[in-house]
């Protein structure tokens, strides 16, 4: 039954996530501008620190231009992998108070908090113990936004950054959007912006007062109608919890092609460690692992295999994706590797306790001891970050160009 007053809404953005990430993991880095992205000729930004924003540089701008307004600044390459693998932690967090988390990136989300009030407190007192428990756990900062609706609290949210947490009252929506620039609000770009100042429409309280016909003859009937709405405060959209996972992967582009079994499988060792942890930090476990490699000609095949028990084991992922590189040309050239396992399992499957007792089948002994292996391993990860343990034949310096993650990255804050 659905909580009863107005929705509370929890907009939570993750302040300059990659640039942070980087300050984070090298504290040599902090208080410097760092630039995260392309480093190249045609680079794009990523993310800038709020030391590199001074100076004018912004997600989305050239590399090149940003070198050109911060010159003495510090650019680096993205590490997407660390990035996925910090926000499946910070998003955890965020699921301890709500069950309805709606991901917009790796480092922006909205939470409906409606039905925790009564058990975690008002909207504020949430955002106040996220707040908190990702700067103890994750050593990040997060701006929050609270909101009757998603639209208001992520503008609550962009009015705080740095580091803020803005709410706006129960009911006062209309007057907290009234006095803002109209370009604050959704929908209102460049060339909307321009044809509502000709009409006189500077603030978003004057959209919400402007005639719909005024605004229909400027911007068209359906535009005007729907902005109109919002600038009265009228967001009806719900927060729509993320899908469940169909597959759970790790893949690699690497800076100089590959060749052969041994160049291969000790990537792939690399990649079926990531994909166990996150499996494990999902509580998942699946049947089906596929095996993807990209040739140098960037042709692109898929190997896939079905286990008999469904496993979210390190070695049980690496020795099934291995074995398929016997379906593969281990003499070409290969540019890019990952790994995916999907098909879960469900609850009874994975050997969680039934009705009574003699409905559990012991684990072998061997299953057992690779478990505890892989907890205390990711205990450890979760506490000194993820390289602090690492399998020996997985030492060595890193080959790989760039990372992928399960979510498409994202820093646009």
């Known amino acids: 039954m659905p909580a009863p007053g107005p929705r509370t809404i929890v907009h ?141 609290a992520k503008i609550a949210t962009d009015l705080g950054k740095p580091d803020g947490l803005v709410e706006v009252p129960a009911g006062g929506v209309a007057a907290f959007l009234a006095p803002l620039p109209v370009g604050r609000l959704w929908g209102v ?69 590959l060749v052969g079994r041994v160049a291969l499988e000790r990537e792939l060792l690399s990649q079926a460690a990531r994909v166990g942890r996150r499996l494990r930090a999902a509580s998942l476990e699946g049947h089906v692992v596929t095996l993807k490699v990209k040739y140098a000609d960037f042709e692109l095949v898929t190997r896939r295999v079905t286990l008999p028990q469904p496993t979210d084991d390190d070695r049980a992922i690496y020795e099934a994706a291995r074995a398929q590189l016997e379906r593969i040309d281990l003499a070409r050239p290969v540019r890019l590797t990952g790994i995916s396992v999907s098909d879960f399992a469900g609850g009874e499957e994975r050997g969680q306790l039934g009705l009574f007792a003699a409905d559990v089948v012991p684990r072998p002994p061997e299953e057992t001891r690779r478990r505890k292996l892989n907890a205390a391993l990711d ?22 160009l760039r990372r992928g993650g399960d979510r498409a990255p994202d820093d646009d804050d």
Request: proline residues 5%; glycine residues 10%; aromatic residues 6%.
């Open 12 to 152: 939570l953005d993750l302040d300059a996530f990659y640039a942070s990430v980087e300050q984070l993991d090298d504290p040599r880095l902090r208080g410097c501008p760092v630039i995260v992205g392309g480093t190249g000729r045609r680079g794009v930004v990523c993310a800038a620190s709020y030391e590199a924003r001074r100076f004018g540089v912004r997600s989305a701008m050239p590399t090149a231009r940003a070198r050109r307004l911060c010159p003495d600044g510090v650019y680096l390459p993205p590490r997407f992998d660390r990035y996925g693998a910090l926000s499946d932690q910070v998003f955890g967090i965020y699921r301890r108070y709500t069950p309805l988390v709606e991901p917009l990136s790796l480092d922006e989300a909205f939470l409906d908090v409606t039905a925790s009030r009564a058990l975690h407190g008002a909207g504020a007192d949430i955002a106040r113990a996220i707040k908190a428990a990702v700067r103890n756990e994750c050593g990040l900062a997060v701006s929050a936004g609270i909101a009757d609706v998603k639209m208001a």
């Open 189 to 257: 770009g460049h060339v909307t912006e321009a044809a509502l100042r000709k009409i006189g429409v500077a603030t978003i309280g004057d959209l919400a007062r402007m005639p719909e016909a005024a605004l229909a003859a400027a911007i068209g009937a359906s535009h005007a109608r729907g902005l109109r709405a919002l600038a009265m405060g009228d967001d009806p959209r719900e927060v729509v919890p993320d899908e469940a996972a169909k597959s759970v992967g790790a893949e690699d582009t690497f800076g100089e092609d």
């Open 379 to 400: 205990a450890l990860a979760d506490r000194f970050g993820e390289n602090t343990v690492t399998r020996a034949d997985l030492a060595g310096p890193a080959r790989t």
